[in-house]
């Protein structure tokens, strides 16, 4: 199986930044996706940022110019590095690994637990 921790959330001020860690660790063969969504109080679970194993990145129209997505597939880790946060930034984050587990497996999707970001003054 596949574990993803996911750490560096908390309460920061509008303007202030955080990393997002989310380290994966188990029986896993390649990774094609590493992403992040997030999910505000009361809305649905949306797109913040992903990034293909070639480097292609993609980010959500909200967070463009202020957050960065990188990885150290060497430790099969995904960040997050978000600047200039703001209120409605606020909500509980999660990664999302496209991976497999062998060579004769087909890819699965894995969520990390969860980690809430609160921007607040």
């Known amino acids: 199986q596949v574990q993803l921790v996911e750490s560096g959330g908390g309460l920061v001020q509008p303007g202030g930044s955080l990393r997002l860690s989310c380290a994966a660790s188990g029986r896993i063969f390649s990774i094609d996706r590493m992403g992040w969504y997030r999910q505000p109080p009361g809305k649905q679970r949306e797109l913040v940022a992903t990034?293909?194993?070639?480097?292609?990145?993609n980010y959500a129209d909200s967070v463009k110019g202020r957050f960065t997505i990188s990885k150290d597939i060497s430790k099969n880790t995904v960040y997050l590095q978000m600047n200039s946060l703001k209120p409605e930034d606020t909500a509980v984050y999660y990664c999302?690994?496209?991976?497999?587990?062998?060579?004769?497996?087909?890819?699965?999707?894995?969520w990390g637990q969860g980690t809430q970001v609160t921007v607040s003054s």
């Open positions: 990034l293909a194993s070639g480097g292609y990145t």
């Open positions: 999302n690994l496209d991976l497999r587990t062998s060579p004769l497996t087909q890819n699965n999707i894995w």
